[in-house]
């Protein structure tokens, strides 16, 4: 059975930072891309970052790019999101998915953690 | 990448059916078959329940289907049951981001 469980979320003050994991089990955690996506409370979804399979090709949104870094470690199925310089907009779940197919970089989300909240506030 | 632009909210009776709408520009669904919905209720992740415009994931209720036509796809949900009532986003991907709809709020009265 395929699981994702994110942790690390919590209060923050703006300009801290915060590393968000996810541990992955029931899959083959290097064949297939892991994203990050936020969703602000009362608002929308927001796709935040994307990791190959390898961990080798990252992404992320113009909103977070140069502050937010996704890597893994293939070694413990866990993905971690590094958010540095948070701003209060940046206060969300954030929620970490799963690509559909093996080997895609992006592609439809299939499976979804439960989402940790973080909140970037003085 | 623009926009994809859904209506806030749709509301039906148990037994009909309805159609959310999600309009993009031509570069967000680049003439592929990139369209997925996915579907949340509150305090819940989201679910996907349809991808590649209209192919459903297993388990998913063949009630739920999709279709696009030129910039706009549409998700339509026969047999409105009250467990339904969630709010619905669209999405696209290119080679580089993931976009999502604004999302739509479905009320079963």
């Known amino acids: 059975e395929v699981q994702l469980v994110e942790s690390g979320g919590g209060l923050v003050q703006p300009g801290g930072s915060l590393r968000l994991s996810c541990s992955a089990s029931?899959?083959?955690?290097?064949?297939?891309?892991m994203s990050w996506v936020r969703q602000a409370p009362g608002k929308g979804l927001e796709w935040v970052s994307t990791s190959s399979g390898s961990g080798g090709i990252t992404y992320y949104a113009d909103s977070v790019k140069g502050r937010f870094t996704i890597s893994r470690d293939s070694s413990k199925n866990m993905v971690y999101l590094q958010m540095n310089s948070l701003r209060a907009e940046d206060t969300a779940v954030y929620y970490c998915a799963r690509a559909l197919r093996q080997w895609l970089v992006f592609d439809y989300f299939d499976y979804w953690g439960q989402g940790t909240l973080v909140t970037v506030s003085s | 990448q623009s926009a994809l632009t859904q209506p806030a909210s749709v509301s039906g009776s148990p037994g009909q059916s309805i159609t959310i709408s999600c309009t993009g520009s031509?570069?967000?669904?680049?003439?592929?078959?990139?369209v997925s919905w996915y579907q949340q209720h509150p305090g819940k992740a989201p679910k996907l329940i349809i991808h590649?415009?209209?192919d459903r994931p297993s388990g998913v209720s063949n009630r739920f289907s999709g279709s696009k036509s030129g910039n706009t796809a549409s998700l339509t949900i026969s047999g409105l049951q009250t467990e339904d009532e969630a709010d619905y986003y669209c999405s696209t991907y290119t080679t580089s981001s993931t976009l999502f709809g604004g999302g739509t709020k479905l009320t079963v009265l």
């Open positions: 031509s570069g967000d669904f680049g003439g592929y078959k990139y």
């Open positions: 029931g899959f083959t955690f290097t064949s297939y891309a």
């Open positions: 590649d415009v209209s």
